[in-house]
């Protein structure tokens, strides 16, 4: 299998990922044998550990998307040659049924192309293996992803209708008619206006089968009352039609869960510290009145920045702060997180999470 390594790495994220995500289904189990915080500190904890392996896996989803593409290109092109080579041997085969080869003949020349089918097949087979193996793989994190809400770093699937070529589509917009065949109206008279009820000739007859017009019946005027929610026939009497239940107001749609996020101090070390957001707006500063306060850097400003949520993505701003704030080493004044940055603010490093 030519992709073997790529796929025992990405395999041995995706069995450690499992291992964190399942110590967070039976730490949450045990909630009649242990205290809510004791709980909620070791979930924290493999929450952590296992956006760390996601930080690993998502890298090696293009890969595993490229190979699995490099595959099928390969596949698709076997099975085109192979379809060429059958039509050859067929063709072979009439020649021997009408006489025109013998049988030795129809075997000396139809070999190497028997030859060549089989070794085709024979890869043909080793590139399904090896494909089923891939995407097995590549659905595997996809649904644990999903179910830890965590983003899967998948190309999204082009949606059906959709064109992605650079050459504008035109539609057609040529006439209906034929330009021997088009209906030409007459020009009414400049000083003669149209009044309503005119009657208007636009140069068609009237087939069998249609309505005619002059002979049907006006149709009743209706008046909507909707302050009273009634309505009003033409004779002045009330018709029977509830406008408050005719116009059904369209379920709401559910709400996504809030994601949860944290920044880390000092991150895989003895001295690691964790402060979760728990509400819309996390401020930082050196000051006591900050959400955060760093109170041994200089380099931080009073109130020197604020982490806040907007709908359900967070973003750092800085708050005009003596040294400014850092997001992978660049200097921002405001930018969206996506899990996983370093952000520094002062001297004071930290890494930030989704979790």
Not at 131 to 155: C, F
Not at 177 to 183: G, K, L, Q
Not at 321 to 332: H, M, Q
Request: with cysteine; charged share 35%; net charge negative.
């Amino acid at each position: 299998m030519e992709h073997q390594e790529l796929l025992n790495g990405f395999s041995e994220l995706l069995d450690e990922y499992a291992k964190h995500r399942d110590y967070i289904r039976r730490a949450r189990a045990q909630a009649d044998r242990f205290s809510p915080q004791v709980i909620e500190k070791v979930v924290l904890d493999h929450e952590i550990k296992s956006s760390e392996v996601a930080d690993k896996v998502l890298p090696k989803v293009p890969e595993m998307e490229s190979a699995i593409a490099g595959i099928d290109e390969e596949i698709a092109g076997i099975k085109s040659a192979n379809a060429e080579s059958s039509t050859e041997l067929e063709e072979l085969e009439l020649r021997r049924a009408i006489g025109e080869l013998d049988d030795a003949g129809f075997e000396e020349a139809s070999k190497e192309l028997r030859e060549k089918l089989d070794a085709a097949n024979a890869r043909l087979a080793e590139l399904e293996a090896e494909r089923k193996a891939l995407g097995d793989a590549l659905d595997r994190w996809v649904e644990m992803a999903a179910e830890a809400n965590q983003p899967d770093g998948t190309t999204p699937a082009e949606p059906e209708g959709v064109h992605t070529s650079s050459v504008p589509i035109q539609e057609d917009v040529s006439p209906v008619y034929d330009s021997a065949e088009t209906v030409e109206a007459e020009e009414a008279p400049e000083d003669e206006a149209i009044e309503a009820g005119d009657e208007v000739d636009f140069g068609f007859e009237a087939e069998a089968g249609e309505v005619d017009v002059e002979a049907a019946a006006p149709a009743a005027e209706v008046e909507l009352d909707l302050e009273e929610g009634r309505a009003i026939g033409q004779e002045g009497e009330e018709i029977g039609i509830d406008i408050e239940s005719a116009v059904e107001e369209p379920a709401p749609e559910p709400e996504e869960e809030p994601r949860r996020a944290l920044l880390l101090y000092k991150e895989g070390t003895a001295e690691e510290q964790i402060y979760p957001i728990h509400g819309e707006v996390l401020r930082i500063g050196r000051g006591r009145d900050n959400d955060l306060q760093i109170k041994d850097d200089s380099k931080v400003s009073r109130f020197h920045c604020r982490l806040f949520r907007r709908g359900n993505s967070f973003y750092i701003e800085d708050n005009k702060s003596s040294n400014g704030t850092l997001v992978n080493g660049e200097l921002i004044q405001e930018r969206r997180l996506f899990g996983g940055e370093e952000i520094i603010i002062g001297e004071t490093n930290f890494r930030f999470r989704i979790l």
